[in-house]
């Protein structure tokens, strides 16, 4: 690493550029640097440290102040929470935002970026990653923090208001979610999970939350959105969002309640999910497969557009599947169902469950999907 620091420093000064290193090559889970040895950052190679985590000033004064140790040209890199799936997390943008420039600002660190990445599949809408834009070009000319003021911000430069964005974060922060976890994912894993293997059917028991109610109140509010919108891609975005959540409303439960009336020999009930929820949700995901195709060729070329097509063709194919597993069942053509015979392991057993988590995070979509492996 230290060769090729100096060489990259040699032949970035021959043409003119200035390079600068993640601080993760020294510091964290990449650094294989043992700590008795002290790393040497050539000169002029900028030190970027990246960190969008932690909701504490303190944190981010302690990482600056070991960068500084190294080199003097440290700069930083925060986040616009944008790639944990589908949902935007807006106010862990907000909260880790709001303590990490207090830190740099407190360490002289006049050299800061908003970084806004696109993991497991670009899912969030691009646009999306404007509520971080703009805050960090807020905090760049206001040395204090006012909501207020921020809104008329974001009015002004976005043309929607703070409720409207923060609403987009709901989906995964609704009321009753335990504790100030702004990065859990429940619209993720209970979008993609299986419905006849899902691996979350304990964090569906603890929901205590209505979620019936959630879902149905943000549809009609996202519906209200694109109503109220000249913009046209923020248009595309609310319908979207609107038709997410009434997919959401149709599956949060149904891998639960597929298995509660299987484990009761309820074939009535089986036959009743198959009329009132799988076949309403194979028609309204495919309208929001068909959504989130049509925004992202508003913000992107076609590149990648195809990863999210297999994933929605996938949850397709599956609800297909257990119409046809379960109606055999019920017709008596099959006397059991593999995948309902086996008990379900914690896919989060790491999780504290003496505080009953009602949502945890989980946003690999592969991982979701199956607890097989999708590849060797």
Known sequence: MQDHLTFMKTLCTAYGFKPIVWDDMFFGRYSNNKEDVEPVIPNQVGLMYWDYYSCLTNHYRDHLQACRALTKKTMFAGGAWRWTGY????????QATLAAIEACRKEKVKEVIVTSWGDDGNESP????????VLFAYLDCHIKYQEE???????????????EWMRQGEPDLFEGTTGNNYDITPSKYLLYQDPLGSKFLY???????DMNAVYKKLEQAFIEDAANTANPLQRSI??????????LYYKWRLPLDIWEAYKGTDKKALQALIENKIKPLKTVLAETAKARRRVWTEECRGFGSEVLDHRFGAMLIRLEVTQEVLTDYIQGKITQIDELEEERLDPCPESDKMLEPQAVRYNRALRIMTACRETW
């Open 126 to 133: 691009l646009y999306t990653c404007m509520f971080g834009l």
């Open 149 to 163: 003021e921020f809104a008329q911000y974001l009015k002004l430069y976005t043309g929607m208001g703070l409720d």
């Open 87 to 94: 949902i935007p997390h807006h106010k862990k943008t907000l």
């Open 203 to 209: 964090y569906i028991r603890t929901l205590t939350t």
């Open 238 to 247: 609310a319908e979207f969002y609107a038709l997410m959540m009434k997919t």
